[in-house]
């Protein structure tokens, strides 16, 4: 079946630094790929999408481009702030709007 | 603007008691989700509703139950409380059935621990 993986966390970085988060996925078809992010003591919200190979999708500085070749969705930042520490979800649809996630990878960033 | 809603947003039971936790959203989204997040494991689905009058299971939802009450509210049901139910919950919506690329709203969630 359809699956995601993320690299495991925690991520600790100084603020400035370059964030790069890897996720691959396992699935049948072209689903569309998504990167949520959750911060302390709130749901889920989406950060960014790209619904079709080669697409990047963008939002806040952050990006990540759809590797259909790799089956890969890296969500990558080139300069970390202090508000950015949040934990970090990969997920694709899987039909319906059904989500299958990744594990989660934490971030910290430190002043 | 509310978004969705759940009720209550910490709850502990004991096992073998019962519980409904509610959801609302205000967004006349066709489609509601639960699911449940656990460390290490991320998001899996219990049970999801693509329209109204129309339930299924999801990938863990055993112990659990739903219903669809109208087009705004979704409910899960823990008709016997089990240790192994400890977990955050979160509701979710989402605007059109079978839309790929579509966004899902999340709830704030609700930690339930069972003792």
């Known amino acids: 079946g359809n699956s995601v993986t993320q690299m495991e966390g925690p991520v600790t970085l100084s603020e400035e630094a370059f964030l790069t988060i890897n996720c691959t996925y396992t699935a049948t078809g072209y689903p569309s790929l998504f990167w949520y992010v959750q911060y302390p003591g709130e749901g889920l919200q989406l950060l960014l999408k790209?619904?079709?190979?080669?697409d990047k999708g963008s939002n806040k500085g952050f990006e990540a481009t759809y590797r259909k070749e790799t089956t890969s969705f890296h969500l990558e930042k080139g300069s970390v702030q202090v508000s950015d520490s949040a934990v970090y979800f990969c997920?694709?649809?899987?039909?319906?709007?059904?989500?299958?996630f990744g594990q989660g990878t934490e971030l910290s960033v430190k002043p | 603007n509310a978004g969705v809603t759940q009720t209550p947003k910490f709850q502990v039971l004991k096992t073998g008691q019962s519980m409904t936790l509610q959801c609302a959203q205000d967004m006349n989204h066709n489609s509601m989700y639960w699911y449940r997040q656990d460390p290490g494991m991320g998001l899996r689905l219990i049970y999801y509703?693509?329209?109204?009058?129309?339930?299924d299971k999801g990938e863990v939802p055993n112990g659990y139950n739903v219903s669809r009450l109208n087009k705004r509210e979704f409910s899960l049901r823990l008709e016997s409380a089990a240790p192994s139910q400890t977990s955050v919950y979160f509701c979710a919506s989402s605007e059109l059935q079978g839309r790929g690329d579509t966004e899902a709203f999340f709830g704030q969630g609700t930690r339930l621990t069972v003792v």
């Open positions: 509703s693509a329209s109204e009058g129309t339930t």
């Open positions: 790209a619904t079709k190979a080669d």
């Open positions: 997920a694709l649809n899987n039909q319906g709007g059904k989500l299958i």
